[in-house]
């Protein structure tokens, strides 16, 4: 995550902030999907919530 965020914001000259924000976003994201395609759901853990 950190090369892409140092390609967008040296290569493509993309503000550091906006594309922080958008990167945490995807990260996100990616990592829900992940998690809901290995187990099947999204579930919390029980002494947690």
């Known amino acids: ?6 390609v ?3 290569t493509y ?3 550091q902030g906006i594309s ?3 990167l945490f976003m995807f990260g996100l994201g990616a990592s ?3 998690f809901k395609t290995m187990l099947g ?6 002494g947690f919530f």
């Open 1 to 6: 995550m950190g090369l892409i965020l140092c």
């Open 8 to 10: 967008a914001s040296i």
């Open 13 to 15: 000259q993309a503000e």
């Open 20 to 22: 922080g924000i958008g």
């Open 32 to 34: 829900s999907l992940l």
């Open 41 to 46: 759901t999204v579930e919390g853990i029980k």
